[in-house]
Nanobody, 114 residues
Framework: QVQLVESGGGLVQPGGSLRLSCAASGSIFSIFVMGWYRQAPGKQRELVAS???????NYADSVKGRFTISRDNAKNTVTLQMNSLKPEDTAVYYCNAHFANEYWGQGTQVTVSS
């Protein structure tokens, strides 16, 4: 069993930055592929970025060059640094852990608006 707790969401103006963090507990963190997903109102949940235990990353085309995912296996945390935010980035962001099973955090709201 894995518990995931996100933090760092909020309201930011277009062009601004936010940093999301996810703290994991309950299992061997380094074996999990960690990811950030988002879901906007009326839309399906989509992958934003993912990172393997060894640090290999993958990004959605819409966030490449603006978002950076990283992890600290010693601290059981994964972080999403979001820069140059756009109104279309507005969504609930979810932390995800995947290894055989999938685990989700409760989500954190990110709103990009002037």
């Amino acid at each position: 069993q894995v518990q995931l707790v996100e933090s760092g969401g909020g309201l930011v103006q277009p062009g601004g930055s936010l940093r999301l963090s996810c703290a994991a507990s309950g299992s061997i963190f380094s074996i999990f592929v960690m990811g950030w997903y988002r879901q906007a109102p009326g839309k399906q949940r989509e992958l934003v970025a993912s990172i393997t235990g060894g640090g290999r990353t993958n990004y959605a085309d819409s966030v490449k060059g603006r978002f950076t995912i990283s992890r600290d296996n010693a601290k059981n945390t994964v972080t999403l640094q979001m820069n140059s935010l756009k109104p279309e980035d507005t969504a609930v962001y979810y932390c995800n852990a995947h290894f055989a099973n999938e685990y989700w955090g409760q989500g954190t709201q990110v709103t990009v608006s002037s």
